[in-house]
């Protein structure tokens, strides 16, 4: 019988990569008792009581923000929200100030989104209490490739040899880079498909298979995974026109007709009709909102995990 474990090593979770695959087991199999609670009339367990987790946001955010909330109070903690642009960040305060600011008011655990990579690891040797990484610039986004991995568990339980096809701006997607960690650690293929601008060089060295040709990756695929093209962080052109992008590498009906059994998923926010058609996006194969409905039960099992190994609670 394979032996389990109960408990996470770090205080912190920054990276997939830090994670055993015994402790995403771990993650994945509380977030599935925790699922439970959402079904109930009265969505809330003691679990966390007292405890004070701050929510802080340097970037935009709607799920990763608002299921992280609705996590924290269906654990019973008290849950506080800080976006930079209402806090005194804009007045010039240094993020170690902000963060020992919390630390002074007994937070418990911090939840930090910032644009950059490696800011979470900083701020986690700065203090004693847990740090979770909401996703900081292209570097990682633990949580949300928890509910990749969970919400393909749900439908397809053995990993071993699934194909796993990750679609778009590989090189700018924080949530690509934690799915390959996630998903190769746990015996599935991994297969990138976007323009060759958009796929960092040397990538294969992680593990996965790269492909130019849409067609070509979506055969014998168990799971198509769209990204957003993220306007935001693109400092050239990376391809000439939004059509022609949609043209090679968008998911249409057409595209999936062939292929009723493949898994759509995207983890949002969707730019609708570029990386997916809404007939896609709507259809029954799409996993979107289960994964939305599953951030909520990881984001318990995060929690409720790095409470018990955290030393400040
Ligand atoms: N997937 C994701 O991180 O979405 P948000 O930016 O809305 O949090």
Redesign the pocket.
């Known amino acids: 019988m394979k032996e389990k474990i109960n408990r996470l090593r770090n205080k912190d979770l920054i990276s997939i990569q830090d994670l055993t695959v015994k402790e995403i087991e771990l993650i994945l199999d509380t977030a599935k008792a925790f699922k439970e609670i959402s079904d109930r009339a009265i969505k809330k367990v003691p679990v966390l009581r007292g405890k004070t987790i701050v929510n802080l946001y340097y970037?935009?955010?709607?799920?990763?923000?608002?299921?992280f909330e609705l996590a924290a109070k269906r654990l019973s903690a008290d849950l506080v929200n800080v976006t930079a642009k209402t806090s005194s960040a804009v007045k010039g305060e240094s993020l170690k100030d902000t963060i020992k600011t919390l630390e002074a008011m007994q937070a418990s655990m911090v939840i930090i989104?910032h644009s950059e990579p490696g800011v979470p690891t900083l701020i986690s040797q700065w203090v004693d209490f847990s740090i979770i990484n909401?996703?900081d610039g292209s570097h990682a986004?633990p949580t949300?490739a928890l509910i990749d991995m969970f919400t393909v568990r749900e439908k397809r339980p053995v990993f071993k040899d699934l194909k796993i096809v990750i679609v778009g701006d590989i090189l700018h997607s924080r949530?690509a880079r934690s799915n390959i960690q996630g998903f190769t650690k746990l015996g599935a293929k991994v297969v990138l498909c976007g323009p060759p601008t958009l796929i960092p060089k040397y990538v294969e060295q992680l593990g996965v298979l790269v492909t130019y040709d849409l067609e070509e990756a979506i055969e014998s695929a168990d799971v198509v995974m769209l990204l957003r093209v993220q306007f935001e962080r693109q400092k050239a052109n990376y391809f000439p026109s939004i059509r022609e992008y949609s043209k090679y590498f968008g998911l249409d009906i057409d595209r999936l007709n062939n292929h009723r059994d493949i898994l759509i998923m995207h983890?949002?926010?969707v730019n609708r009709d570029v990386e997916v058609k809404s007939e896609v996006a709507e259809s029954s194969s799409s996993l979107i909102n289960e994964q939305v409905t599953n951030?909520i039960a990881i984001r318990m099992a995060v929690l409720y995990l790095l409470a018990q190994r955290s030393k400040k609670v």
Do not use: M, N
């Open positions: 970037e935009p955010s709607t799920r990763t923000r608002i299921s989104r909401a996703g986004h949300q949530v983890p949002g926010p951030g």
